[in-house]
Nanobody, 125 residues
Framework: QLQLVESGGGLVQPGGSLRLSCAASGFSLDTYAIGWFRQVPGKEREGVSCISFVSSTNYADSVKGRFTISRDNAKNTVYLQMNSLKPEDTAVYYC???????????????????WGQGTQVTVSS
């Protein structure tokens, strides 16, 4: 059974922080690129950040300097630390796994082979 399970979402004030977790089971995520994506109703799923199997990272311009992606191979988990949150960050956040062994990860929903079920992040006063 290959699964990705997101956790850590919730309601936070603008300027606040959250840390999302993506826990993998059924495979070792250090052989995959893992990406964080977000989606709001009526819009396409957009890439937020990703980390390759060699730990190269990529960020959407909208989150650079605010979000940090990291991986803990011992825990088979990828994290997304989100700081200075804005209302426009409100979305369902998904992690995806890309089994292609690329040196740089791709912020493309179409490139993902597996998805978690998502965790809601709401940034509001």
């Amino acid at each position: 059974q290959l699964q990705l399970v997101e956790s850590g979402g919730g309601l936070v004030q603008p300027g606040g922080s959250l840390r999302l977790s993506c826990a993998a089971s059924g495979f070792s995520l250090d052989t995959y690129a893992i990406g964080w994506f977000r989606q709001v109703p009526g819009k396409e799923r957009e890439g937020v950040s990703c980390i390759s199997f060699v730990s190269s990272t990529n960020y959407a311009d909208s989150v650079k300097g605010r979000f940090t992606i990291s991986r803990d191979n011992a825990k088979n988990t990828v994290y997304l630390q989100m700081n200075s949150l804005k209302p426009e960050d409100t979305a369902v956040y998904y992690c995806g796994a890309d089994r292609k062994l690329l040196g740089r990860c791709v912020l493309s929903a179409q490139a993902q082979d597996y998805w978690g079920q998502g965790t809601q992040v709401t940034v509001s006063s």
